[in-house]
T-cell receptor, first 117, second 113 residues
Framework: DARVTQTPRHKVTEMGQEVTMRCQPI?????VFWYRQTMMQGLELLAY????????DSGMPKDRFSAEMPDATLATLKIQPSEPRDSAVYFCASGLVRGDRQQETQYFGPGTRLLVL | SQKIEQNSEALNIQEGKTATLTCNYTNYSPAYLQWYRQDPGRGPVFLLL?????KEKRKERLKVTFDTTLKQSLFHITASQPADSATYLCALEGSSGNTPLVFGKGTRLSVIA
């Protein structure tokens, strides 16, 4: 049963510390997304990759967030330095692009629940 | 600017009734629309996709309609059960072909036994 995995599932850290979240997309999927979910804003797209190349990271605060895909089986999202307002649930999702359309469905991981004190 | 609205934050219905959730959008011309279910502490799970040239799609007790004139999708759960209680999110393809999905904030459905 193929699924997206994310680590860690929970993270509590102090303001100013670096946070790294990892995602393993479903094997064979060529598109990876990072989202942040809060009660106020809902699900917000932070960045996404296709074939490991970053396509759009306009949703990310560039000064503190960075997203990379060092290989096809790993995507990372880093926050440095972290701030209390970064507290949220961070989801990774993967999908398969066919033809010239974006993709048909996204498969989400279980999320990383981040609390910055 | 582009906007997706789901009719209400929360909806309570009696078990056995039909739940109807609404997704309205403005300033989009989506090629398709999707519905996802999200349970507490979990990621969204894909339920149904409906394309712009389809009026209706069904899957078991679920039915989705897509009216591109009204810019609206309705999501129905017939014979609702307490296990259907969850948050339901609609998502649209972005306005220009090759852009990611944009999600609504969701409607939290509670089915009361």
């Amino acid at each position: 049963d193929a699924r997206v995995t994310q680590t860690p599932r929970h993270k509590v850290t102090e303001m100013g510390q670096e946070v790294t979240m990892r995602c393993q997309p479903i094997l064979g999927h060529n598109t990876v997304f990072w989202y942040r979910q809060t009660m106020m804003q809902g699900l917000e797209l932070l960045a996404y990759f296709r074939n490991r190349a970053p396509l759009d990271d306009s949703g990310m605060p560039k000064d503190r967030f960075s997203a990379e895909m060092p290989d096809a089986t790993l995507a990372t999202l880093k926050i440095q330095p972290s701030e209390p307002r970064d507290s949220a649930v961070y989801f990774c999702a993967s999908g398969l692009v066919r033809g010239d359309r974006q993709q048909e469905t996204q498969y989400f991981g279980p999320g990383t629940r981040l609390l910055v004190l | 600017s582009q906007k997706i609205e789901q009719n209400s934050e929360a909806l309570n219905i009696q078990e056995g009734k039909t739940a109807t959730l609404t997704c309205n959008y403005t300033n989009y011309s989506p090629a398709y629309l999707q519905w996802y279910r999200q349970d507490p502490g979990r990621g969204p799970v894909f339920l149904l996709l409906i394309r712009e040239n389809e009026k209706e799609k069904r899957k078991e007790r679920l039915k989705v309609t897509f009216d591109t004139t009204l810019k609206q999708s309705l999501f129905h759960i017939t014979a609702s059960q307490p296990a259907d209680s969850a948050t339901y999110l609609c998502a649209l393809e972005g306005s220009s072909g090759n852009t990611p999905l944009v999600f609504g904030k969701g409607t939290r459905l509670s089915v009361i036994a």
